[in-house]
């Protein structure tokens, strides 16, 4: 099976920059998601990293450690419109199915 | 444009209902998957489709089935035996060899509740 951690709350203040964990711990895995999801909205996607480092997309990185078994998403020059859900899920090596973590609510302060 | 409908937004079920979640896709994804959300949680996977006429069993599949009779369709229907249903249901497809995307395209939801 697969198992995901992330944080339940985290807050920020606008214009600061802040990172999201997610561990994982799995047998396997083709790649790491990081999706968006505003409150009462479906999730959209963000980034997928396959290989370890550091992915930028404008305002937003994302970043693998297989071995460690540890992903981050580093969100810069926050605005208020960044409060949201922030998923991590594993793309599993079966079928191109997904396992979600629990999503970290992010809330962004003036 | 492309993308994936899903109706209606809302459904309310009596006890002892079956319901149908509907769910349609143009972007000629051959992948397709029902997600759960409870409140405060992730997704948790119902069922999903790699082809036409093929489905699986997600790791929540009891109380639910569903058809793929066409591509563009992913029906899923919610019965009685279902005894929790009220959460926010989540239709999604994924492209096939495109590495920029290879990332779930999301339904707008259905938000389900038993009265």
């Known amino acids: 099976g697969q198992n995901i951690d992330q944080p339940t709350e985290m807050t920020a203040t606008e214009g600061a920059i802040v990172q999201i964990n997610c561990t994982y711990q799995?047998?396997?895995?083709?790649?790491l998601f990081w999706y968006q999801q505003h409150a009462g909205e479906a999730p959209t996607f963000l980034s997928y990293?396959?290989?370890?480092g550091l992915e930028e997309k404008g305002r937003f990185s994302s970043f693998l450690s297989r071995s460690k078994g540890y992903s981050y998403l580093l969100l810069k020059e926050l605005q208020m419109k960044d409060s949201a859900s922030y998923l991590c899920a594993l793309r599993g090596t079966n079928a191109g199915k997904s396992t979600f973590g629990d999503g970290t609510t992010l809330t962004v302060k003036p | 444009d492309g993308g994936i409908t899903q109706s209606p937004k809302y459904l309310f079920r009596k006890e002892g209902q079956n319901v149908t979640l509907s769910c349609e896709q143009n972007?000629?994804?051959?992948?397709m998957y029902w997600y759960r959300q409870d409140p405060g949680q992730g997704l948790r996977l119902i069922y999903y489709?790699?082809?036409?006429?093929?489905?699986q069993k997600g790791d929540i599949a009891e109380g639910y089935s569903v058809s793929r009779e066409k591509k563009e369709s992913f029906p899923l229907t919610v019965t009685s035996a279902q005894k929790n249903p009220t959460a926010f249901y989540l239709c999604?497809?994924?492209?096939?060899?495109?590495?920029?995307?290879?990332?779930?395209?999301f339904g707008s939801g259905t938000r389900l509740t038993v009265v």
């Open positions: 489709s790699q082809i036409v006429n093929d489905f």
């Open positions: 999604a497809s994924r492209g096939n060899r495109d590495r920029l995307n290879y990332g779930y395209t």
């Open positions: 972007l000629n994804h051959d992948a």
């Open positions: 799995t047998s396997g895995f083709n790649g």
């Open positions: 990293n396959v290989l370890d």
